[in-house]
């Protein structure tokens, strides 16, 4: 019990925050709380500024201050190339290597029926309308996590994909079983996507 009811109700809010439990949601309450109140007050300012102005991108799905996004507007973009991602974390570490100058298209997260995600809860839907509307897209790079999830969720949409007549292929092995792209290194994910293969 903390001798004052408003720490209690940081430490309750930051345990909310993935992957942190009770021992580190005191830390960082604790550091909040002996940090210069400028600096605090940031925090706090930064968290409120990303909730007004961050939004979805209604093409792709990725986060934006714009819709639609910087990535989709972009000229300079190979518009031919998509590639289908998880989460919109997965385009920043895709970004992060500069190998990719195609555009994206964020799923929002795998196919995992034990853990009730099934198609319809992801964005496969505007996908396929994307590739119907979009005629110039001549290859869909399926960038899904290498895990039993992502597995599974580039399987579905390479047989749903074959039928359109569009080259589909899947990102190379450089990127170990069961890791999640974020946390995979720059080169690591460079080579993955230029070793990609065609799914048959």
Known sequence: MYSSKYL??????LKKLPSVGQKSAQRLAMYLLKAPK??????????????????L??????????????????PQRDSTVLCV???????????????????????????????????????????????????EIREVILATNPNMAGEATALY???LL??????????????????DLEYSDLVTLARALEGRREID
């Open 162 to 179: 074959r039928p359109l007549g569009i080259k589909v292929t899947r990102i190379a092995r450089g990127v170990p079983m069961g890791s």
């Open 57 to 74: 991108c209604d093409i792709c799905g990725n986060f934006s201050e714009q819709d639609p996004c910087l990535i989709c507007t972009d």
């Open 85 to 135: 991602v998880e989460q919109a974390v997965d385009v920043l570490a895709l970004e992060r290597t500069a190998h990719f100058r195609g555009r994206y298209h964020v799923l929002g997260g795998a196919l995992s029926p034990l853990e009730g995600t099934h198609p319809e809860d992801l964005r496969i839907q505007s996908l396929l309308r994307r590739l119907q509307e979009g005629r």
């Open 38 to 55: 400028e600096e605090a007050l940031r925090l706090a300012d930064a968290i409120r500024v990303v909730k007004e102005r961050v939004g």
């Open 8 to 13: 209690e109700l940081l430490v309750e809010e």
């Open 157 to 159: 949409l390479s047989r």
